[in-house]
């Protein structure tokens, strides 16, 4: 009979473009592969590469009691009907509500710290009452893989992690995947952001810094790929119709949008550790983005893109002219050196390979 591995998330999207490489290799060493998060357009996909799939309606910013105490009724009803070897969970609410049906069920369990988010980031009641509640979820925790040092030294303050526990390089990257692009010509200098639409991502900065950009260099392009997780549609609209940005919404394939982009820029206010900061400098794309835990372990200022202040409009606005002033050589010069690096530090197989080595350990 095949061991079961059960994987909590909240999101299909990010199962598959992040972690389809271990779910493969998983099925690959016979495992059954359980996936339950709420339904998506990549469902259909994870099916196809053989997991089986069980839906749950989850509100990922929702703060409702009775809801919350109903996820945590689920994921233990789920576990007594899957009967897994193990359950991984991957982000905030799985990680909370699934770890603590784990510990309810007595199920080993493997966790995920894909970033702190906006609640864990604030001093307040709501990060006092998150971190009460990792501490329960995480008390017979079996192992936790943390994305960025900083994230790793919080829990640690914060007393909720033990001694199981270790560093990944994020969710890594896949270099056959995200292979080097040819470098665009510089007739159309454009840049990308890809991200969530909030404002913890620095979208607003973004659009500023476009405006001012926009209308001192009139060879400039600004991209914004990503669905919204705030009410910016109006905001997006207002900047698209003044001819500042081009709203391409979710893009399936962001290779696509590498091959015409220069560079990417993130401001994002905190990360896990960026996934699209790895695939833009595993394309050969430069990188500009906030000197934070999870986005400055990816970029080198100088070598591989620019690092600015966080929540800087004007700093961003620099860094933009700074690579402007960049000729074509020294710009395609910095894509090739982040290639270098995600090469050297953040292939996805050493992720993989970790994974497998704390679940073939529960054999």
């Known amino acids: 009979m095949k061991k079961k591995i059960l994987i909590l998330a909240n999101h299909d999207v990010g199962l598959y473009n992040f972690r389809r490489e271990l779910l493969e290799e998983l099925i690959k060493q016979s495992y059954e ?20 799939y069980h839906e749950i309606k989850m509100d990922r910013h929702g703060t409702n009691f009775i809801d919350e105490l109903k996820l945590i009724k689920y994921y233990v009803s789920l576990i007594k009907e899957v009967n897994p070897s193990v359950i991984l969970t991957y982000t905030i609410k799985p990680n909370i509500y699934g770890g603590i049906a784990a510990r309810i069920t007595k199920i080993p369990n493997i966790a995920n710290i894909t970033g702190l988010g906006s609640v864990l980031q604030n001093e307040g009641l709501m990060q006092k009452i998150i971190v009460f509640l990792y501490r329960i979820a995480f008390k017979k925790v079996f192992f936790i893989f943390f994305q960025n040092e900083e994230n790793l030294k ?41 991200a969530r ?11 500023e810094a476009a405006k001012v950009i926009r209308a001192k260099y009139e060879h400039t392009k600004f991209y914004i790929c990503g669905f919204c997780e705030e009410s910016y549609e109006e905001v997006l609209n207002e900047y698209q119709e003044a001819g500042v940005v081009t709203y391409l919404g979710m893009v399936e394939d962001i290779r696509k949008i590498f091959e015409v982009a220069h560079c990417t820029i993130l401001p994002s206010y905190h990360e896990g550790l960026s996934n699209v900061l790895l695939e833009s400098a595993a394309s050969a794309r430069p990188n500009i983005t906030t000197n934070i835990s999870g986005c400055n372990e990816v970029v080198e200022d100088g070598i591989t893109g620019f690092l600015i202040e966080p929540k800087n409009t004007e700093v961003l606005i620099l860094g933009i002219e700074k690579f402007l002033r960049l000729d074509h050589k020294e710009r395609k010069r910095m894509g090739e050196n982040g290639r270098l690096k995600v090469e ?7 992720v993989v390979d970790a994974y497998l080595e704390v679940v073939d350990s529960l054999n």
């Open 197 to 207: 639409i909030m404002k913890e991502k620095g979208v607003d900065h973004y659009l």
């Open 154 to 194: 919080f829990f640690e303050n914060k007393r909720i992690t033990h001694k199981r526990g270790r560093l990944l390089p994020g969710s890594g990257v896949n270099l056959t995947k995200f292979s080097p692009l040819p470098f665009p010509n510089d007739e159309e200098i454009s840049f990308v952001f890809i």
């Open 33 to 52: 592969v359980i996936i339950s998060c709420p339904y998506g357009s990549r469902i259909d996909d994870l099916v196809k590469i053989g997991c089986s």
């Open 344 to 350: 050297k530090e953040f292939n996805r197989q050493i």
